[in-house]
Every structure is written in structure tokens, then in C-alpha cells.
């Protein structure tokens, strides 16, 4: 499967992905194994079905939302390029990565974008806003049934509250920011791939 | 200043135990100490100071049974020359308290000793509490040696790791931070055993080396394993020495759990080098075989798994255990500071490692135990295991330096000693640079220089190295003394300078600390969504990282463990909810603790609550407050303004408040029981605030009386309870002096009525109230309709709330038109409320309990937010079977039928906090609606009151069955 992915995957497209999303050259080429390794379809991209077939997936609490962010909007196939990108939000920021010089863009493993991967998943209508609505679906996908809807109401409204700056009963990217300005979001939202 | 202190404690103790004996002051803390020279804390019997006539007495004594201690205590204060022949009415019973006399009284040395430090903000900031006490120590030991000529304390080996050692490993065992640990348990594993093992043999080879080349003086008997020995025991990082020096520096989390970890994790490895070095010793270096290395890879294989093991299977059975204590709240406490006990001293039993033992026991049962106790119960561990912990470390290091005062015990080397001091600094240097450069590979996040350089400079040693030291024998370890004097050198070195130096150090390299901030609700969901997410994606990625397999225990975890080991009722409520209560248990608290401003959104989250199944946890939420203090309120909005710049006014408003505000209430029952604490309430305030509370009630029951369609009837049944409460009653046998609304009245609530109301009535509680007079009147009508007018009005005059004319009430009631149907309940909330504000927290209630049937009296602004939020809950309130609006139907079934105890429990909780979270805001505006000039002059009643007075007027022949005694009493 290795040497298929290595010949699938040529070299130029490679150093476009490592510039864009860091990732290694060894890291590339194992991670396209398992792309195509997913893509039952042997056509260059994964559909949502693909995704689902991952076992684990279907019985994690958020796999369909995470599923679902690896894809463009209105899109259901996703590349290879689309892929990685997403990945990349969880490659782990590096100390040589943390002082580059603030001109160049922002690399998608930037804790912002850490965040704003995180609250995509909430915000489902995409108005850069957690409603009480979108937050109370995840947080039903999040607790068993045992909870009552009227308790995870009372979450919901908890946490809007807490996060909720301007009073709009919503929370905005900023106020999600702010509201997780403590938490080490560099760790919490980092996994190591293999080199 | 460290000089002064010590005279100043001498002299408080002398102080504190004149407070005791009544008398004679200041001689005491000498004879304390010097009076009972061979007594040893490690409780040796000893010859007493005092006649021997004493001995003859002591079947006597001991015969006496627990107040045996009071005369002792007043013999002290008195009277030494009443020692005469026949009856003594005073006696000198020293030997007979002298062994837990001797350990109560360092206890309070100790504790004396932590107070006047913290006397000095200045000294403490800059010397770690360590430093002092150990100085303290110092000095203690020189009195004492001065005084007896020989040192008669120590740092008993025995004493150490059979006690002192448990309670700190078992306070930080059990309130380890799980996730962090877990998160970082490859490298502070990596650092426990490799670097242990790499100081150990650095340390001990280098020695030796030292040793040949002739710096090492040739006193120093010793050969090659004697010095691994050495380094054995001296190369381990102090648990003890480790938390007392970093709790107060705060350097950030991860970088605390892994130098704390480390000393926690490394016991294993130093017990079983040090075993086995021994052996070594023992047979002498020439005959080891090697097999004996393989036994000792082996005995550390087993000593670490066995250990750990032995913890595992005491936190499954401590989790299960706490399972089934929900009938015995009392003892829950107990049972975890048993069996984690119990686990340290099986391991220890075992000679398996049993700080590893007790770590995993803590760290495994912390999640379950802490689900299935109560609220109260965890306070109590808490507390308890942290006072231990504190007495524990206190008393360690004063011990410390006094047992270093003792010249007979220790041999001076100058080359060993600077020797040992460099190379554990160097090697421990070494170790952590060449680890942390391999574990960076691995790192998610990798640790930098600044973390290098702290992780070296950390590496305290302490008491364990001490105590191990003079464990040794000294006939089989020549040089025993050098290496007790070079191991007090080194830990007064790495406690005292690297102490002392940490801090500053700390700051000038700006080593990132730790914020400190407890978590919100929102940190909790968005970071357990992180952890799917991660999950998820380690998936997606093929990779089985540690997401992954986190992920795969924490389903294994759900669908095994948590079912074997939690309550049922905390298992289906999930995490996610318990931490939603925490954090809405601890807000509150923090509210109520800075006096917090109330707003009239504080019901929000309290319906939530009562939809919580399990009874007792809710109930203890409402403890909890109690214990905390003022019931102001429990409104989680404040947090915001609390942060916020209200800052000072608050600590005015708290300042205000804490002078003036009612005391919570009180349950009077129980007094004589020993399961339960209760407080007594006074009279006068339980006067003030009933008449309160009838007043503003009648008020805005007025106000509201054409709204509400229906009465709905707060059932509080409390079957527990009940019984003791009733049997109080049945003593007194007469009116109680207390107002009414605090006693329950049991007596009314078992009336026997025909409708299915009596049994619900029955379980009432104590906290009932004043509500018994209104449903003693719905259920029995006709015995109602008799009621002597002159009792009622009686009643009310001593009130001093006088009814101005109870047909006018009568008209206004809702429930006149009703005809045949009665006005069935009143609502008993405000029954409960500490008003500050009555007439608010009166239509808090009267909202929230009409939010089905009537529209909510709003009389006062809100706060935008707050409406909305409060309108919800309504909404949600009245929806919801068990919740606060409780029975919230027409009146034609106003009651509420509860399904279960549980939701009984729910209910009463309910409304036991609703109470607490009356606002402070200015009252509103009374609402006086068309009241048709009837009622408002005097002050009004509400509604139970009404009911009083609509009885009396429909009906009110005098002489008819007794009152209930609430009301009456006034």
C-alpha cells in the first residue's frame, strides 16, 4: 500500500502540501496511504462514506460533525490537498514555529485555528455564532440520554451565559476564544503523528 | 526574627495550655517537654517523672472511663502538694496521659508554629514554611538537649512511614489531577525509574570513585555497595519536600506533575534499590551471585506492578464500597481514608512499593468515590485529609531538624558530604537534560530549557532519604553515621537553599506559572469536545495515538467501570452533568462567599437541580450552602460581576451582610443524635422573618389573586426526617417557643385525610413550616369551619401582625370563587427563605409557580438576560414533571404526584434552596393590586395566613380541635 501511495502522489504535490500544512514528507506519504487507504472508491477523493466506515467514528459522539468539517461546504468529496489541510489544524505547533515572524500567515496549526475548527463544529449555520440550539445539539450528542432535556438546558443556558459577552445569548468566535483563553488549546487540540 | 520565633511559640504554647488547665501558664510547656523525657513519640512506655505511687493508682485510672481526662487536665492546673494520703481529689495521672499527652501537645506546637509564621507575610513569601519549621525544629532540639542532656526525639523510622508518610502520600494520592497525570505518565515515568536509577548509580559510583581517590577520608568505612547504598537513598526526589516547596512557588501544571509524579512514582524504585543494596550489604559484596542482580530486576518488577495492583484493587473496592453508604452519609468519610490507609499498609505488608500502593488507590477511586459520596462527605475528606497532610508535613520537618541537633547519631565527613552535594546537583542536571532530550521526541507538547532547569533544580530530598538512612544498621553498615550526617546535610541543603532560592529563580527565568483558575462549564464541554475531536481525527488519521486509546477506555470505563462502581443515579446522570453541578455548587458558594450581589435570575439554575434523581445529592447541594454561610442566594450570573469592578462595593455589601443577615436556618431536630450537627437557630430572628414573610406575602398573594388560576402545592416530603422530627415533637409535648415556620409541625401533617394528600403530608419534613396550617385546613374542612375566631386572632396579635378584618381577606382570596373546591395548597416556599428581601423572593416563587397557570407577578425590572433566562426556566419549569413549579396544575389537582422518593427529594431540595437564592436587590415596589382598602394597613399575610383567615371567616366556631402549634407559638 506504501509504495502505491508514494506513486500516486507526486513529488511537486508533495511540497505543496508540506508548505501549506507543515507536515513532514514521511508524515505525507504515510497519511496518503491511509487516504487511500479509506478511499474505497480508488478515485482520488473520500466521500462521507468513506469517513463513515472508520469504526471508531460511529461511535464517536461528534464523528459525524467531524466528519462533516472535513468537507468544503456544499461539497462531498474531499481530496487529498483538502484532506491534509484539515489535518494540519492538529499537527502540534512547533517551537521553531512559534517565532516566526508574525508576517507570514497564519499556519493552519495556529491556536486560532485550533479554535475555529472546534467551534465550526458547533456553529452548524455558520453565522460565526453558538446558539443555544447548536450548542444544545452537541451537547445532546455529547451526554447520554440519561439527561434530561430540560437539565441540558439548563447547561446550555450555563454556559451561554458564562461565554456570552454581549448579551446576544449567543457565543461568538471571540467570546468561544475568550472564554478558552486559559485552557491549553496548543496541547488539547494537537495529536503527534508519526514522523 | 527565626530565633524570636520559636521563644514566642514557647510562650503560646504556655499560653494555650494555660487556657486549658485553668491556672498556671507558663511552666507547663517546660514540664510538657522536659517532664517526660523518655517518651518518645513513637509511644514507648516510659517511667514517669512522678512518684511511683502513681502506678499503684493506675488500675484506677485506668478504669476511669473518657473523662478520666478532665481531672487530669485540672490536676495540672492545680494543686501538686494535694498528693497526700487517703481520697486525692486532685491526682497526678501523668504516666497515664503521657504518651498521647506528648503527641497532642507537638501537634499543637506544630500548628502554633504555622500560625505565628503566617504571622509574617513578609518572612513566609520569601522563606518556604519548610525552611522555618525546620529551623524551628533546630531550636526545639537544642532546648531539648540542653534541658535533658540527650535527645530524646526523633524522627522515628517506624513513626515516619507508618503515619506521617501515609497521610501526605494519601492527601496527594487521593486529589491528584487524574487527567494531567495520565497525560504526562510517560515521562514521569521515564523520569521516576530511569532517573532514579541513573541517580542512584551516578551518585553511588561517583561516591566511590571519590572514596578511592582519597577524598572520601578514610573513616568513611565503606565499599562499593555502601555506597550504591547510599546513593540509593539519596538520590530519590521527596514527595514531602517536593509539595511543601512547590505549592508555593506555582510553577505551571504540567511542569509540577511531572517533578511530583516523579517523587511519588520513584518510592519504588528507591525501596527496592535500597532493599536490595542492603542484602548486598549483608552478605557482603564478594558473595553476591548473580542471580541476585536478576532477583532484584525481578523484586522491582514486582514491588512496582504489586504496588500498583494492591492500590488498584483497593480503589475498585473503595469505589464499591461507597456504592451502598447512601443510608450512612456519616461514615463515608471513614471508609476512605480506611481503605486507602489500608492500601498503603497492605503494600507495606506485602513489602510491595506503598506510596505507589496509596497513589493509585487515590488516583483510581477519586472519580468514582467522589461521585457516589455526598457533598458533605467530600468536604469532610477533604478537609480531613488536608489538615493530616499539613499536621503530617509540619511535624516532619520539625523533626527534622531536631533530629539534626542530635550530635551522638551523626559523623562529620567534609568530603563526603561535598561531594554528595555536588553530584546529586550534577547528576540530577545531567538526567533530566539527557531524559528530557529523548522524551522531546516523543512530547506533544516538548519541555523547554526554563522546565529543565526548574526539573533540576527540584529535585529536593527529604524526610524518606532521612528516615531510610537511619533504618540502616549500623553494625552492618560501617559509615552509618557519616550517612545520616551527609543525608541531613543534603536535605537542610535542597529544602533550605534550593527552597528558598526556587522561587526567585523561578520568577527571574519567568517560568510560565499556573493561573490558578478553576474551571467553567465551558472550558469542561469544549475541551471533552476536544478530546473526541482528537479522538475522532487520531481515526480518521489511522493512527492509534493516545486519543485513541484513551478514548477506548473511557468506553470501557463507561460501560464497565462506572457501572460496577458508581451509583446508579450518578452513573445515568453522566460526567458531564456531575461537573455541571460542581461548578454550579461551587459558584454559588463562591457567590455566597463574597456576599455576592442577587439577582432575581438566581432560580435558573436551581430547577435543574431539582430534577437531579438522587435525593440525598441534592439535598446536600443545599448543605452545602448552609455550611457556607449566609444564604444569600445562588445565582450563577454573579460570577460576571463578581470578576467584574464591583469588586469593592461588594466587599462592603459582604462586610453589610455578614453583620446583618439572618442566619441560615436551621434544623432543630436532631440535636441528640450524633449523625447529624445542627446549629440552634434564635428566637428573635425566626420572629422578625416570619412576620416578614407573612406581611409581603399576603401582599403579593393579593396582587396576584386574579392571575392565579390555581394554588399549587409544594410538596416537600421528607420521609427520613420525619420520624426523628416527630419524636421531638412527642417529647416537648408542649408548644414550642420557636415561630412556627421553623419547627415543622408533624403533629398536623399526619391528619388523617380521606384524600390521597395525607400520605405525601405524612412524609413531610420538619422544614414544613408554616404550611401545615394551610393544609391541615384544606384537608380537614369541616374541623376547619369551627375554629374559634378568638385563636386565630390570638394567634396573629402575637404575631404582632393583626389581621385587620378577616372577611376582607376572605373576599380577596382566589379561592373564594372556587366555591366547593378548595384552595388546596399554599405554596410553603417563602416558608424557607431567609427574606432579605421577602416581597422579591415572594414573586420569585409566586412565578415560577404559576408559570403554568397564571403569568408571572413581575413587578421589578429585570435584567434583560435575566427575564429571558428566568422566563425559560418557567417555561421549562412548568414542563417538567418533578421540577420547581411543582405541582403547577389547576386547582382542581393542584398537587403534584411525585413518582418516587427521589423526586420528593428533588422537590424539597427545590425548595430548599429557592430560600437561598432570595435576592438582595432592593425590594420591589410592594404590588398592591385592587385591594379594596381592606388589608394594607396592618401588615399583610400571604397566602398561609390567608388560608387561616378565609377558614376563620367561612367558618369559625370556637373551641374546635387544637391549633397547630406553629403559629400559635408566637
Known amino acids: 500500500m506504501g509504495s502505491r501511495a508514494s506513486t500516486l502522489l507526486r513529488e511537486e504535490e508533495i511540497e505543496e502540501i508540506k508548505k501549506e500544512t507543515g507536515f513532514s514528507h514521511s508524515q505525507i506519504t504515510r497519511l496518503y496511504s491511509r487516504f487511500t487507504s479509506l478511499d474505497k472508491g480508488e478515485n482520488g477523493t473520500l466521500s462521507r462514506e468513506d469517513f463513515q466506515r472508520i469504526p471508531e467514528l460511529a461511535i464517536n459522539p461528534l464523528g459525524d460533525r467531524i466528519i462533516n468539517a472535513f468537507f468544503p461546504e456544499g461539497e462531498d468529496q474531499v481530496n487529498f490537498r483538502g484532506f491534509m489541510r484539515t489535518l494540519a489544524h492538529f499537527r502540534p505547533i512547533e517551537d521553531n514555529e512559534k517565532n516566526k515572524d508574525p508576517t507570514a500567515s497564519e499556519p493552519l496549526n495556529s491556536r486560532n485555528n485550533k479554535l475555529r475548527f472546534a467551534f465550526r463544529l458547533y456553529d452548524l449555520d455558520r453565522d460565526d455564532k453558538i446558539s443555544r440550539d447548536e450548542l444544545l445539539q452537541v451537547l445532546r450528542m455529547m451526554v447520554g440520554v440519561n439527561i434530561s432535556d430540560e437539565q441540558l438546558g439548563s447547561i446550555a443556558d450555563r454556559t451561554i451565559q458564562e461565554a456570552d459577552q454581549n448579551g446576544d445569548n449567543s457565543i461568538s468566535f471571540n467570546e468561544f476564544i475568550k472564554v478558552l483563553e486559559k485552557v491549553d488549546v496548543e496541547q488539547k487540540m494537537s495529536i503527534r503523528f508519526l514522523h | ?970
Open chain 2, 1 to 970: 526574627m527565626l530565633f524570636v520565633t520559636p521563644l514566642l511559640l514557647v510562650t503560646a504554647v504556655g499560653v494555650a495550655a494555660a487556657d486549658l488547665y485553668g491556672t498556671e501558664a507558663s511552666v507547663r510547656p517546660e514540664t510538657a517537654v522536659s517532664a517526660a523525657p523518655p517518651a518518645t513519640l513513637s509511644a514507648s512506655p516510659a517511667a514517669s517523672p512522678y512518684p511511683p505511687e502513681e502506678y499503684a493508682e493506675a488500675g484506677i485510672a485506668l478504669a476511669r472511663s473518657a473523662d478520666a481526662h478532665d481531672p487530669v487536665e485540672t490536676t495540672d492546673s492545680g494543686d501538686a502538694s494535694h498528693h497526700g494520703g487517703g481520697y486525692k481529689i486532685v491526682q497526678w495521672e501523668w504516666s497515664y496521659v503521657q504518651t498521647p499527652y506528648i503527641i497532642a501537645i507537638w501537634i499543637l506546637v506544630a500548628s502554633v508554629a504555622k500560625i505565628l509564621f503566617h504571622f509574617s507575610q513578609r518572612v513566609t513569601t520569601v522563606v518556604p514554611e519548610s525552611c522555618l519549621l525546620i529551623l524551628l525544629g533546630l531550636v526545639l532540639g537544642g532546648v531539648v538537649l540542653i534541658a535533658s542532656k540527650k535527645q530524646l526525639y526523633q524522627l522515628e523510622p517506624g513513626l515516619f512511614f507508618l503515619f506521617l508518610l501515609p497521610t501526605i502520600v494519601g492527601d496527594a494520592g487521593y486529589f491528584m489531577p487524574s487527567r494531567l497525570f495520565f497525560d504526562n505518565l510517560g515521562t514521569i515515568l521515564v523520569y521516576a525509574v530511569v532517573g532514579t536509577l541513573w541517580n542512584a548509580f551516578c551518585t553511588g559510583f561517583s561516591l566511590y570513585g571519590m572514596k578511592l581517590a582519597g577524598i572520601i577520608d578514610e573513616k568513611v568505612e565503606g565499599g562499593m555497595m555502601e555506597f550504591l547504598l547510599f546513593g540509593a537513598l539519596i538520590s530519590a526526589v521527596d514527595p514531602v519536600a517536593v509539595l511543601a516547596v512547590f505549592e508555593e512557588v506555582h510553577v505551571n501544571e504540567t511542569l509540577f506533575i511531572i517533578v511530583f509524579g516523579e517523587s511519588l512514582l520513584n518510592d519504588a524504585v528507591t525501596v527496592v534499590l535500597y532493599k536490595v543494596f542492603i542484602s548486598f550489604v549483608e552478605v557482603g559484596p564478594g558473595n553476591v551471585q548473580t542471580a541476585d542482580y536478576f532477583k532484584g530486576v525481578a523484586s522491582f518488577l514486582i514491588v512496582n506492578v504489586g504496588g500498583t495492583l494492591v492500590g488498584l484493587i483497593f480503589a475498585v473496592l473503595l469505589a464499591f464500597v461507597t456504592r451502598f453508604t447512601k443510608r450512612v452519609r456519616i461514615i463515608e468519610p471513614l471508609f476512605i481514608f480506611l481503605l486507602v490507609y489500608l492500601a498503603y499498609l497492605t503494600a507495606e505488608l506485602f513489602s510491595l512499593s506503598a506510596i505507589l500502593s496509596m497513589t493509585f488507590c487515590g488516583i483510581g477511586c477519586n472519580k468514582y468515590v467522589e461521585a457516589n459520596i455526598s457533598q458533605k462527605s467530600r468536604t469532610t475528606v477533604k478537609y480531613t485529609m488536608k489538615t493530616l497532610a499539613s499536621i503530617a508535613e509540619t511535624i516532619i520537618f520539625i523533626f527534622l531538624g531536631i533530629s539534626a541537633v542530635d550530635k551522638s547519631k551523626w559523623a562529620w565527613d567534609t568530603g563526603l558530604v561535598s561531594c554528595t552535594l555536588i553530584f546529586i546537583f550534577v547528576f540530577r542536571a545531567l538526567g533530566v537534560i539527557g531524559q528530557t532530550w529523548v522524551l522531546n521526541w516523543f512530547r506533544l507538547v516538548p519541555l523547554d530549557k526554563l522546565d529543565q532547569v526548574v526539573m533540576s533544580y527540584g529535585g529536593l530530598r527529604g524526610a524518606v532519604a532521612f528516615a531510610l538512612v537511619v533504618l540502616l544498621d549500623g553494625h552492618k553498615v560501617k559509615a552509618k553515621d557519616y550517612f545520616v550526617a551527609t543525608t541531613i546535610v543534603v536535605i537542610f541543603f535542597t529544602v533550605m537553599f534550593q527552597g528558598l532560592t526556587i522561587k526567585p529563580l523561578v520568577k527571574w527565568l519567568k517560568v510560565p506559572r499556573s493561573t490558578n483558575s478553576k474551571p467553567t462549564i465551558n472550558e469542561e464541554i469544549h475541551e471533552r469536545a476536544f478530546d473526541h475531536i482528537l479522538a475522532a481525527v487520531e481515526d480518521i488519521a489511522g493512527l492509534n495515538g493516545y486519543h485513541h486509546w484513551r478514548d477506548k477506555w473511557e468506553q470501557f470505563d463507561k460501560n464497565y467501570l462506572s457501572k460496577l462502581l458508581m451509583r446508579k443515579s450518578v452513573y445515568h446522570k453522566g460526567e458531564l452533568w456531575e461537573v455541571y453541578q460542581k461548578i454550579n455548587i461551587r459558584d454559588a458558594i463562591s457567590v455566597i462567599d463574597q456576599g455576592g450581589n442577587v439577582l432575581s435570575s438566581a432560580r435558573l439554575s436551581l430547577p435543574s437541580m431539582a430534577s437531579r434523581t438522587s435525593f440525598s445529592e441534592v439535598t446536600n447541594v443545599t448543605n452545602y450552602l448552609r455550611e457556607n454561610g449566609s444564604g444569600v442566594c445562588l445565582d450563577l450570573q454573579v460570577i460576571d460581576t463578581v470578576s467584574g469592578g464591583k469588586v469593592e462595593e461588594e466587599t462592603e455589601t459582604h462586610h453589610l451582610l455578614t453583620g446583618n443577615l439572618y442566619k441560615p436556618r436551621r434544623r432543630y431536630h436532631a440535636h441528640y443524635s450524633r449523625h447529624f450537627m445542627t446549629v440552634g437557630d434564635k428566637e428573635r430572628q425566626d420572629r422578625e422573618v416570619f412576620q416578614r414573610n407573612m406581611r409581603s406575602r399576603l401582599e403579593s398573594f393579593k396582587s396576584t389573586r386574579h392571575k392565579a388560576k390555581g394554588r399549587h402545592k409544594k410538596e416537600r416530603s421528607q420521609k427520613k426526617r420525619k420520624g426523628s422530627d416527630a419524636k421531638e415533637q412527642e417529647v416537648n409535648g408542649k408548644p414550642r417557643r420557636n415561630v412556627s415556620w421553623q419547627d415543622t409541625d408533624p403533629v398536623t401533617a399526619p391528619v388523617d385525610s380521606p384524600e390521597e394528600r395525607s400520605e405525601e403530608e405524612a412524609d413531610k419534613d420538619e422544614d414544613v413550616g408554616i404550611t401545615f396550617v394551610a393544609r391541615k385546613h384544606e384537608t380537614l374542612k369541616e374541623p376547619l369551619k369551627e375554629r374559634p375566631k378568638s385563636d386565630m386572632l390570638e394567634v396573629y396579635q402575637s404575631l404582632a401582625v393583626i389581621p385587620p378584618s378577616p372577611t376582607c381577606a376572605e373576599k380577596h382570596l382566589p379561592w373564594k370563587g372556587g366555591g366547593g373546591t378548595l384552595p388546596v395548597c399554599v405554596s410553603m416556599e417563602t416558608t424557607k427563605i431567609i427574606p432579605i428581601d421577602l416581597q422579591q423572593a415572594w414573586n420569585q416563587s409566586i412565578s415560577s409557580l404559576e408559570s403554568l397557570a397564571s403569568p408571572p407577578v413581575q413587578a421589578e425590572p429585570q435584567h434583560p438576560r435575566v427575564r429571558a433566562l428566568s422566563r425559560a426556566e418557567a417555561a421549562r419549569g412548568g414542563n417538567s414533571g418533578g421540577s420547581d413549579s411543582g405541582g403547577s396544575g389547576p386547582a382542581q389537582d393542584p398537587r403534584f404526584h411525585f413518582p418516587n422518593d427521589e423526586e420528593n427529594g428533588q422537590s424539597l431540595q427545590q425548595q430548599e434552596s429557592q430560600p437561598l437564592m432570595s435576592s438582595m436587590k432592593p425590594p420591589a415596589p410592594p404590588q398592591v393590586s385592587s385591594t379594596q382598602g381592606m388589608g394594607r394597613r396592618p401588615p399583610t399575610f400571604n397566602r398561609n395566613p390567608c388560608v387561616y383567615l378565609r377558614s376563620l371567616v367561612s367558618a369559625s366556631p370556637p373551641g374546635s380541635e387544637p391549633r397547630s402549634r406553629g403559629p400559635t407559638q408566637l
